[in-house]
């Protein structure tokens, strides 16, 4: 009742029969088992390969590699679609070749990408990618892991946090500084590494949310990594990296209200057939206002990401107001969830304390929406200098 038309000119037949797949394999491989994955904190690892085997590891990707060219709508199909887990930890794991492989499809050379890309789009092989420093995540150009080359190879030593991924990773993309000399952003360079890397150790973080998917502590102590696995140019790596993150935050927005459309859905079911003094819940004016409050913020972050991804993918607008745009679309669709998760463990009460209900998770995992990727106040920065002020 609550679905936004999917008007014609953002979705095709093809996006449309995408979608009944994926929520199909939502439905069943996924939904009746995340409580018992999040309890336990992990989920198995076959999961890729079966989302392989439908060819959504692989969505966007070229085909020489095992992909399939995919427009922008169908990463947005993909975010909402997976939202309705209203788990943000399986997404999270799953997905997190979407951040790891697009600064090599950008940058990489032939054959790196041939060895890596190929496996991990397969589900065969988990990537991820690490740039967050324990000095900072925000301020990426500070960065201080180093790697300085040493013959045909780099030696990388310092510290990484907070990687999704980070436990099983098969291969690394991370940021290093190959040029300690340089302060900022000149002297920073990407760097492939094999998660079986000899120097490389990795700890497992405890969360308040995302359970099911390892976040990780990542130290390196002189890993010797080949000088063919740089990608793109030494020292000219924050570029990519940047460009990286206007992709994930578009992602997120529709993840983050997809959470939200998932937690006003909870509570107006509940509120339906809930009664209190005789009358279902629903029936009170101030619980069918809080739901339009929660329509109504829902409904405001997806048009603005639509019309972003039309925009993008139809090459309309100013570079720089698209990426401030990109930068609003998160903190508005991380807003919209917060409002929205808070709204409705409030209309289900005691329930919407309980482990179980979506909305529940949710609630305990929007933090982590308006950090991740870019916090709220970074995006709020950056969106004022795109554009001008
Ligand atoms: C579960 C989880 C998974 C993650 N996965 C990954 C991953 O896979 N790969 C990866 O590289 N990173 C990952 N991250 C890291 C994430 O991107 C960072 O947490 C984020 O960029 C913020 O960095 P920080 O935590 O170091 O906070 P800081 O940069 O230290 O900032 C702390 C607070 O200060 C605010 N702040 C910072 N600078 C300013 C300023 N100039 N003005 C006003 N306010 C400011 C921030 O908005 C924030 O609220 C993950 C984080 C979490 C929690």
């Given at each position: 009742?609550?679905?936004?038309?999917?008007?014609?000119?953002?979705?095709?037949?093809?996006?449309?029969?995408?979608?009944?797949?994926?929520?199909?394999?939502?439905?069943?491989?996924?939904?009746?088992?995340?409580?018992?994955?999040?309890?336990?904190?992990?989920?198995?690892?076959?999961?890729?390969?079966?989302?392989?085997?439908?060819?959504?590891?692989?969505?966007?990707?070229?085909?020489?590699?095992?992909?399939?060219?995919?427009?922008?709508?169908?990463?947005?199909?993909?975010?909402?679609?997976?939202?309705?887990?209203?788990?943000?930890?399986?997404?999270?794991?799953?997905?997190?070749?979407?951040?790891?492989?697009?600064?090599?499809?950008?940058?990489?050379?032939?054959?790196?990408?041939?060895?890596?890309?190929?496996?991990?789009?397969?589900?065969?092989?988990?990537?991820?990618?690490?740039?967050?420093?324990?000095?900072?995540?925000?301020?990426?150009?500070?960065?201080?892991?180093?790697?300085?080359?040493?013959?045909?190879?780099?030696?990388?030593?310092?510290?990484?946090?907070?990687?999704?991924?980070?436990?099983?990773?098969?291969?690394?993309?991370?940021?290093?500084?190959?040029?300690?000399?340089?302060?900022?952003?000149?002297?920073?360079?990407?760097?492939?590494?094999?998660?079986?890397?000899?120097?490389?150790?990795?700890?497992?973080?405890?969360?308040?949310?995302?359970?099911?998917?390892?976040?990780?502590?990542?130290?390196?102590?002189?890993?010797?990594?080949?000088?063919?696995n740089l990608v793109?140019?030494?020292?000219?790596?924050?570029?990519?990296?940047?460009?990286?993150?206007?992709?994930?935050?578009?992602?997120?927005?529709?993840?983050?209200?997809?959470?939200?459309?998932?937690?006003?859905?909870?509570?107006?079911?509940?509120a339906q057939q809930?009664?209190?003094?005789?009358?279902?819940?629903?029936?009170?004016?101030?619980?069918?206002?809080?739901?339009?409050?929660?329509?109504?913020?829902?409904?405001?972050?997806?048009?603005?990401?639509?019309?972003?991804?039309?925009?993008?993918?139809?090459?309309?607008?100013?570079?720089?107001?698209?990426?401030?745009?990109?930068?609003?679309?998160?903190?508005?669709s991380t807003q919209?969830?917060?409002?929205?998760?808070?709204?409705?463990?409030?209309?289900?009460?005691?329930?919407?304390?309980?482990?179980?209900?979506?909305?529940?998770?949710?609630?305990?995992?929007?933090?982590?929406?308006?950090?991740?990727?870019?916090?709220?106040?970074?995006?709020?920065?950056?969106?004022?200098?795109?554009?001008?002020?």
């Amino acid at each position: 009742m609550f679905d936004a038309p999917p008007l014609p000119h953002y979705f095709s037949p093809e996006h449309t029969q995408f979608r009944d797949t994926l929520r199909g394999f939502v439905a069943s491989e996924i939904s009746p088992h995340i409580n018992d994955w999040d309890e336990a904190g992990t989920f198995p690892r076959d999961l890729y390969r079966k989302a392989a085997a439908l060819g959504i590891l692989g969505l966007g990707y070229p085909e020489k590699y095992g992909g399939t060219p995919a427009d922008i709508f169908y990463q947005i199909i993909l975010a909402e679609e997976f939202a309705r887990t209203g788990s943000g930890g399986i997404q999270a794991s799953i997905n997190s070749h979407t951040i790891a492989l697009p600064p090599l499809i950008a940058a990489g050379s032939e054959t790196l990408k041939r060895h890596i890309i190929p496996s991990v789009i397969a589900g065969e092989k988990i990537a991820a990618l690490a740039v967050t420093e324990p000095s900072g995540g925000s301020d990426v150009a500070s960065l201080c892991t180093t790697a300085i080359r040493d013959g045909d190879h780099y030696v990388v030593s310092g510290e990484k946090t907070f990687i999704t991924s980070g436990m099983r990773a098969d291969y690394l993309t991370v940021a290093v500084r190959t040029d300690p000399a340089v302060k900022g952003a000149g002297g920073i360079s990407v760097l492939m590494i094999d998660g079986d890397t000899p120097g490389l150790t990795r700890t497992e973080l405890k969360k308040m949310g995302w359970w099911c998917s390892d976040t990780a502590h990542l130290h390196f102590d002189h890993c010797r990594v080949p000088a063919t696995n740089l990608v793109g140019t030494e020292n000219r790596g924050f570029k990519t990296l940047m460009h990286n993150f206007n992709s994930e935050r578009l992602f997120l927005s529709a993840l983050a209200y997809g959470f939200a459309q998932v937690c006003l859905e909870e509570a107006l079911a509940w509120a339906q057939q809930r009664k209190t003094f005789g009358h279902p819940l629903a029936e009170r004016q101030v619980i069918r206002h809080k739901l339009m409050d929660m329509m109504l913020r829902v409904d405001a972050a997806r048009s603005l990401v639509y019309d972003l991804a039309y925009c993008i993918e139809h090459g309309r607008g100013n570079t720089e107001h698209l990426v401030a745009r990109i930068c609003m679309a998160k903190v508005l669709s991380t807003q919209a969830m917060q409002f929205c998760a808070d709204q409705a463990v409030q209309i289900l009460g005691g329930m919407g304390f309980m482990r179980g209900t979506r909305s529940e998770r949710i609630y305990r995992e929007v933090k982590v929406m308006m950090i991740g990727g870019g916090s709220e106040e970074i995006m709020k920065d950056l969106a004022a200098r795109k554009i001008g002020i």
